[in-house]
């Protein structure tokens, strides 16, 4: 009976934490470490594989895949959802993007239903975003008087809905798409980037910011040779960081570090995405949906060749390697003296990096409008047990993100 008992607190609790309790599947995803991965899933399209390596206390980084309808209502749209959210200051926001991001979306096309707009399109994505926007401000107004830190808490928000054969994507923040697509003169699969990155490191953006805030010479300042909005922030599009768009957030008790000296006239940062639509077509072989983590590391090319050159089963997982691998050597380190690194502390090696595959299956895209095949809902995340202790056997999502 004892031994029973302890063969099952092993299979939840052992030190190879190999899928809690999921060794016959991944269905749920599985944990080593502080990597969480799903080697290979399907959704309405194709086949998909994600994972996720840890390097702060708390995992900023949330992601998931949602497969089936895109609507409340059955007769709705069907097609796939992916999300990456780079948080930033903590991991709340990414967080409530995961919980209510998706559902605003199916929320906003069941209210098209009763207009005369009935599918998918670059305004629901857009409302969407804004009803999360606005959901997390009202979260800070409640949580101000006792936690206002939580205003300098944000993410980045990279979105890809693929509708019938048509891809929308979203961006606020510095994540980033790519795209696989084969050259059939040549046998070569190209990388293309599809997102645009709201990041000040990048001139174009600089440029924007300067327009859009004439009157504030110092909205873009360079500090220790990092470009930063007003000396904070490189990003100039997020959810959250309500401190930057709200003024009654940025005054005490709110960290000093935080507090500008002039009060915030107008928003300083923005919500809105940046959105593209690609026709899907038959060349189109994978997309690669990935936080800055992962990018810091490999070029668009160098991620697209790793897909193409390797199996599709654990593709994410290998990319994650390949970027910490990266990491190691520009440290001059062992891979393997790197993974042995704890959390917090490896934050200074590397990001979080998620990275979600999404591979096109251009006979199941053809037929993409009519199909309604099984739902399918994947979270991105992990299970961080301190040492010596026991906890519930909980699927990753749901330890990752609360409701």
């Known amino acids: 009976m004892l031994s029973r008992l302890m063969n099952l607190l092993r299979a939840c609790w052992g030190p190879s934490l190999d899928g809690c309790g999921n060794t016959g599947s991944d269905s749920a995803g599985r944990q080593e470490g502080l990597l969480w991965y799903k080697d290979l899933g399907h959704h309405l399209t194709g086949e998909f594989s994600m994972a996720v390596v840890q390097a702060n206390n708390l995992l900023e980084d949330q992601s998931q895949l949602e497969s ?4 409340t209502l059955e007769s709705g749209p069907h097609g796939t959802f992916i999300g990456v959210y780079d948080g930033h200051g903590g ?3 990414s967080r409530f993007v995961n919980d209510h991001l998706f559902q605003h979306l199916k929320n906003v096309l069941l209210a098209d239903f009763t207009s005369e707009q009935q599918c998918m399109s670059v305004d629901v994505i857009k409302k969407a975003y804004l009803a ?23 993410s980045c928000c990279l979105v890809g809905v693929i509708c019938g054969s048509t891809l929308y994507i979203a961006n606020a923040g510095d994540s980033r798409a790519v795209l696989g697509k084969s050259v059939r003169a040549t ?3 190209l990388a293309v980037q599809l997102s645009s990155e709201h990041n000040v490191s990048i001139e174009s953006v600089r440029q924007e ?7 504030d010479k110092q909205i873009v300042v360079l500090k220790h040779n990092v ?6 922030i490189q990003v100039s599009r997020s959810i959250g960081d309500v401190y930057l768009k709200k ?30 639509v690609h026709e899907l077509e038959p060349h189109d072989q994978f997309l ?13 090319q160098d991620a697209v060749d790793v897909v193409q050159n390797h199996p599709r089963h654990g593709i994410a997982r290998r990319l994650v390697k390949v970027a910490l691998q990266e990491a190691a050597k520009k440290r001059e380190m062992r891979y393997s003296d790197l993974k042995k690194i704890d959390r917090g502390v490896r934050r200074h090696f590397h990001d979080d990096i998620t990275v979600v595959v999404v591979f096109l299956d251009s006979n199941l895209v053809s037929r993409a409008s009519t199909a309604k095949g099984p739902t399918v809902s994947v979270r991105g995340g992990g299970i961080h047990l301190p040492a010596k202790t026991l906890a519930p056997c909980t699927p990753p999502s749901e330890i990752m993100n609360p409701n």
């Open 91 to 93: 991991p709340e926001t």
């Open 209 to 215: 910011m300067h327009s859009l805030h004439p009157d």
């Open 288 to 300: 690669i949906f990935a936080s800055d983590g992962l990018w810091e590391h490999l070029s668009n």
């Open 132 to 154: 999360t926007e606005e959901g997390f401000h009202s979260v800070v107004t409640k949580q101000w008087p006792m936690k206002p830190q939580i205003a300098a808490v944000g």
């Open 68 to 71: 089936g309808p895109l609507s």
């Open 187 to 189: 046998g070569e699969v």
């Open 227 to 232: 470009w930063r909005v007003k000396g904070l």
């Open 247 to 276: 003024a009654e957030f940025n005054r005490e008790p709110l960290y000093s570090k935080f507090r500008l000296r002039e009060p915030i006239r107008r928003p300083i940062l923005s919500a809105e995405p940046a959105i593209s």
